[in-house]
Structures are given as structure tokens and as C-alpha cells.
């Protein structure tokens, strides 16, 4: 059974820093492409970075040059590290891998206050 959970949301001021985690079992990350998703109140989910097997980086063009995705292969663990928050990243933030299929964790909130 593939599990996986997000943590390090959390509450802060613009121009403020966080790091997300997501931890996953039943599935390893280095076989597969990890994906942080986040939707805002009243909008769709929008895809913000992803890392693909080979270590391959794509991001969102709002958060290009303010936000880091990695992966810690023997942790099964990937990271998003957020820097220079804007209130427009608020939102509740998910992990997603995929391989056959697609996994959700449960999400984390980020709230950015101005």
C-alpha cells in the first residue's frame, strides 16, 4: 500500500522561508516522478515543481528562482523548499508520485501573511 505525508507547513510572513517534506512508503522515489501540487481557496490545483527519476527539475513559472525540489534517496524523502513567500503561495500544498498509478498525500498547509 503506497502512502504519503506531507509535513513543514506552517504559518509565516511574506518574504519568509519553509521547507515541505513528504515522506513515502510503499513506493520509492527514485524509481518515480514526485510532483508538489498546491490549490488555493477557490481555485484549482496547480502543479508547483517536480522531479522526475533522472533528477530532472521543472517548475512553475510563479515560483521559478524562489523554490528548490530535491529528493533524498535514502530517506525515500522529497523536499520543497520555499524561500521569499508571497501571500499568493498560500494553499494547502500536496505530494504526488506517479508510476502506473497516480498517489496523493494528504496535504499541508501554507499560509503566507503580507
Known amino acids: 500500500q503506497v502512502q504519503l505525508v506531507e509535513s513543514g507547513g506552517g504559518s509565516v510572513q511574506a518574504g519568509g522561508s519553509l521547507r515541505l517534506s513528504c515522506v513515502g512508503s510503499?513506493?520509492?522515489?527514485?524509481?518515480?516522478?514526485v510532483n508538489w501540487y498546491r490549490q488555493a481557496p477557490g481555485k484549482q490545483r496547480e502543479l508547483v515543481a517536480a522531479i522526475t527519476s533522472w533528477g530532472n527539475r521543472n517548475y512553475a513559472d510563479s515560483v521559478k528562482g524562489r523554490v528548490t525540489i530535491s529528493r533524498d534517496n535514502a530517506k525515500n524523502k522529497v523536499y520543497l523548499q520555499m524561500n521569499s513567500l508571497k501571500p499568493e503561495d498560500t494553499g494547502v500544498y500536496y505530494c504526488?508520485?506517479?508510476?502506473?498509478?497516480?498517489?496523493w498525500g494528504q496535504g499541508t498547509q501554507v499560509t503566507v501573511s503580507s
Open positions: 504526488n508520485a506517479v508510476n502506473t498509478s497516480g498517489y
Open positions: 510503499g513506493i520509492f522515489f527514485r524509481f518515480n516522478a
